[in-house]
């Protein structure tokens, strides 16, 4: 079935670029997302990609796709603490409605 | 303001003490799921709703109903609640059913099944 992995943890510096990746199993589909979760809270969509787009910039993010590879990436420019969340990865179900997540990537920005 | 709500947001029972969570949106949509968020597992979809009338199955569907009487809500009900029913619950809409519109989600309930 359709499976979608991520890495758990990523730490970085304020003011550097964080890049989190993600890598899915389902060739057909058609639209990615990037989710933010800060805690307590719900999910907050933060962008997302058409599958005949190889990158989408957005401000401070940028989102590279590589189809071949089905490798997803988000990068944040110029890190700042306000970004520390779990971030998530999800492909959309093509038979029904639903998003396919990855684990979640909990993303530490230290001063 | 457009949003989904969920409530409660915090519940602490007992197990078998039958409990309902509610889920409203205010943006027209069509489209509504449940689904658990579990550590080092994501989230995963409990069950979802095309429109008013029309439930489907998720992923983990065992010990959870729905219903979808109004377009607006989406109650899960968990009729014997179990300790591995322990989790974080999250409500999300989109407009267009199996579309691609992303999905706008609620702030998460927290379940606590002793």
């Known amino acids: 079935g359709e499976d979608v992995e991520q890495s758990l943890f990523l730490s970085v510096r304020e003011g550097d670029s964080s890049v989190i990746n993600c890598t899915y199993t389902d060739s057909s589909s058609t639209y990615l997302y990037w989710y933010k979760q800060e805690p307590g809270a719900g999910l907050q969509l933060l962008t997302y990609i058409f599958s005949n787009m190889d990158m989408k910039q957005d401000q401070r993010l940028t989102v590279l796709l590589n189809k071949k590879d089905k490798h997803l990436s988000l990068r944040i420019a110029d890190t700042q603490t306000g970004d520390s969340a779990i971030y998530f990865c999800?492909?959309?179900?093509?038979?029904?409605?639903?998003?396919?997540f990855g684990q979640g990537t909990e993303l530490s920005v230290k001063p | 303001e457009a949003q989904v709500t969920q409530n409660p947001r915090y519940l602490i029972t007992v197990t078998g003490k039958k409990l309902t969570v509610t889920c409203s949106q205010n943006?027209?949509?069509?489209?509504m799921s449940w689904y658990r968020q579990d550590p080092g597992l994501g989230l995963r979809q409990i069950y979802y709703?095309?429109?008013?009338?029309?439930?489907d199955k998720g992923d983990v569907p065992e010990g959870y109903k729905v219903s979808r009487k109004e377009k607006r809500n989406f109650p899960l009900i968990l009729e014997s609640p179990s300790p591995n029913q322990t989790s974080l619950y999250f409500c999300?809409?989109?407009?267009?059913?199996?579309?691609?519109?992303?999905?706008?989600f609620g702030d998460g309930t927290r379940l606590s099944i002793l």
């Open positions: 709703s095309m429109n008013v009338e029309v439930t």
């Open positions: 943006m027209n949509h069509e489209y």
């Open positions: 999800a492909e959309k179900d093509n038979q029904g409605g639903k998003l396919i």
């Open positions: 999300a809409s989109k407009s267009g059913g199996v579309g691609n519109q992303p999905q706008h």
